[in-house]
């Protein structure tokens, strides 16, 4: 009979004691699964899509007119415990991240929660490794946002059992759990498992007390809301005012459409958030090499902290160029929401190609992805700011960027977690900021169930809010 996990405990089982039962075996490292099964009997995905692009949220040089979605996964299990994850995108194309997840359904219905995080390296393998399927990556576009969004569903369904928040599912974990979460394959020339085994061990001393500011004082946010590039300058203006007047310090700016219309709009923010705050720009991979390196010359004078997405996000090198071009300037290079997986964050750091790492939940292939990002940044010594741009993706990585604080970099310098103000009332758990800081969440999970009116509503096509928009 399934015993609901009471907080702190896994299955009815207290964490203090299943952690004392040490060694662990090597083919049953986690014994605090061992008296759940939460055997997955069904795997659900829905599109859930907003209409964001009627009033321009999210807009900006490249993507023009988005509506904010989602592949909605929910996973069923027969102890009644539910899984939630998603992945991000832009409206048209979600139904094929439908199916795309549904092509991975049978890699994952049949096995129990135990089964699979007990080897969570090799069911990562499984998803991303299928003789078959990995024909359509390996380990990019459609079919990897399909694995992260029933990875994060995994992770979620996880921490649920923990009676956790995942942030703190992971904080918790011995550091050999953390590293036989992740693949290490092709990155081995950059980071084994036993320079990742010697980062996270090191990194223990301290982590209470950080786990104690963060609890306080909470993880530093920027804000991107202000400036999207299809907002008029009246709303510019008085969303800077009203960000200004909560606290906030740190702002990104869209760019990239227009070099004269960018000076003015940038002259203007940085005019109204003051010489001592933060300003970012971001160009949504609008520019060729050269052009990247003119432009943001010319909006130098504003003094931004980095540009971020100034070319294509596959040019490693095309980074590497104007990472060296942009540093006399003192402006970094940023990027990573649409990096692909862990070779090419890889082979960015190892090209000093950008000075800020910029993890995505639903881009990587979720925690486990991840996991291994936020190891090679910090042997690089490069600042993670993760992006957040996204239904919720600011709900999503809030919990690795702690996770990275606490157990991993140690470091708040130059680092900073995005956040935009759009859709978390959608969510049974959404953010919660204080004075421009991302307050850990408290409920057990990964933050990313839905409210089951919104996604009735929203789902596509058939949701009230879509047949009225097609009507018109």
Same mark, same amino acid.
């Given at each position: ?69 989602? +592949? ?73 946002? +399909? ?203 190892? +090209? ?121």
């Amino acid at each position: 009979m399934f015993k609901p996990a009471r907080h702190g405990e896994v299955g009815g089982v207290s964490l203090q004691r299943s952690q004392q039962q040490k060694p662990l075996r090597s083919h049953d490292r986690f014994n605090l699964c061992a008296e759940m099964s939460h055997k997955i009997v069904n795997l659900r995905v829905r599109d859930v899509r907003f209409p964001t692009s009627l009033e321009q949220h999210g807009s900006d040089a490249m993507h023009t007119d988005p509506d904010y979605s989602a +592949a909605y996964v929910v996973l069923d299990t027969d102890s009644g415990l539910k899984g939630f994850g998603l992945t991000f995108t832009l409206g048209k194309g979600t139904e094929i991240v439908l199916c795309a997840v549904k092509a991975l359904a049978g890699l994952v219905i049949g096995k129990s929660l135990q089964e699979i995080v007990s080897n969570f390296r090799g069911f990562y393998r499984l998803l991303t490794s299928d003789g078959q399927m990995r024909w359509l990556g390996p380990e990019k576009g459609v079919i990897h946002l +399909a694995t992260a969004a029933v990875l994060n569903a995994v992770w979620d369904l996880w921490a649920r059992a923990e009676g956790k928040p995942l942030w703190k599912l992971l904080v918790d974990m011995d550091p050999k759990q953390i590293v036989s979460c992740i693949d290490f394959r092709y990155i081995t020339d950059v980071l084994t498992e036993e320079e990742a085994l010697d980062i996270l061990v090191k990194a223990q001393e301290g982590k209470k007390q950080r786990e104690d500011q963060m609890l306080k004082e909470g993880y530093p946010a920027y804000t991107t809301s202000c400036a999207w590039l299809g907002y008029s300058d009246q709303q510019l203006k008085q969303l800077c005012s009203d960000a200004l007047k909560s606290g906030w310090t740190r702002f990104k700016v869209k760019v990239g459409a227009d070099l004269e219309d960018d000076i003015r709009r940038c002259r203007l923010i940085r005019k109204m958030i003051g010489p001592s705050s933060t300003l970012m720009i971001d160009a949504n991979q609008r520019w060729d090499v050269a052009e990247a390196i003119s432009w943001v010359s010319r909006l130098a004078e504003v003094k931004p902290l980095w540009i971020e997405e100034p070319t294509s996000p596959d040019d490693i090198l095309g980074h590497a160029a104007i990472s060296k071009a942009l540093a006399p300037l003192g402006i970094g290079v940023a990027t990573g929401e649409q990096c692909h997986n862990r070779v090419m964050f890889k082979q960015f750091l190892q +090209a000093s190609a950008l000075q800020f790492v910029q993890i995505d939940s639903c881009r990587l292939g979720s925690v486990n992805e991840n996991l291994a990002v936020l190891l090679m940044a910090y042997k690089f010594q490069v600042p993670v700011c993760p992006h957040a741009g996204g239904v919720g993706l600011c709900e999503l990585v809030q919990h690795l960027i702690l996770f990275d604080y606490i157990c991993v970099s140690a470091d708040l310098r130059n680092r900073m977690c995005e956040y935009v103000d759009h859709l978390h009332e959608h969510f049974t758990s959404p953010v919660v900021i204080q004075d421009a800081h991302y307050m850990p969440p408290k409920d057990p999970g990964y933050s990313c169930e839905m409210l089951e009116e919104s996604v009735n509503r929203h789902e596509y096509p058939e949701g009230d809010i879509w047949k009225q928009e097609i009507k018109k």
